[in-house]
């Protein structure tokens, strides 16, 4: 009889991303967001010490952010927030047999270029719930006319940890997946 810990245990994640190469516009503004790369991110749990410790892949997926204003009157795009969750609000990673709670997995983004001045909120876990990981305005005290923002220079990281805060160690081998969805949210005035 193997050991549960000898055993390869596989997490797919599958990204379903809303507004992914479409586009969303009104008369007023056009959103775009783009994969670059990274739609599918494997974790492979090989070793004691990655269920103890976890595993985090740095910059597993690189998103390009297109925006654009038209100006209109009573309508004022002065940046963005993007946000994840379950795909659906799934409320847990589900597996063959067993689940394991949406906490395993961890998202985190960063600047790759171009939007070094956005906030950047850091570690965050993998809930039903809307969760920002980015939040940019590109002149908050006195904005001018909006700078359009175009996806081959303005682009952000995404990295992934699975069991680094919470722990894997006890949970039965499976293959587990989970969808995640990210969303592009024009903000300012009017939106």
């Not at 056009?30 to 269920?51: C, H, K, M, Q």
């Not at 998103?63 to 659906?88: C, H, K, M, P, Y």
């Not at 809307?130 to 002149?139: A, G, H, P, S």
């Not at 220079?153 to 699975?162: L, T």
Request: charged residues 15%; glycine residues 8%; contains cysteine.
């Amino acid at each position: 009889m193997k050991n549960n810990y000898q055993k390869i245990f596989k997490l797919i994640i599958l990204f379903l991303f809303f507004l992914v190469n479409n586009s969303y516009s009104q008369e007023y503004n056009y959103a775009r967001l783009t994969v670059i790369y990274g739609a599918d991110i494997p974790f492979n749990f090989r070793s004691i010490n990655n269920f103890k410790n976890g595993i985090t892949i740095t910059n597993g997926t690189v998103l390009g952010i297109t925006l654009a204003d038209s100006n209109q009157a009573g309508v004022s795009l002065e940046g963005f927030d993007l946000r994840f969750r379950s795909f659906n609000s799934q409320a847990s990673i589900e597996g063959s047999v067993y689940d394991i709670p949406l906490s395993t997995i961890e998202l985190e983004a960063s600047n790759n270029i171009g939007l070094g001045a956005a906030t950047y909120t850091g570690l965050k876990e993998l809930s039903t719930s809307w969760t920002n990981l980015v939040e940019y305005t590109q002149n908050p005290i006195n904005p001018p006319a909006f700078s359009d923002l175009i996806w081959s220079n303005h682009q952000v990281n995404i990295s992934y940890s699975c069991g680094v805060t919470n722990t894997l160690l006890g949970e039965e081998s499976d293959y587990y997946s989970v969808e995640i969805e990210i969303e592009l949210i024009p903000t300012g005035p009017g939106f």
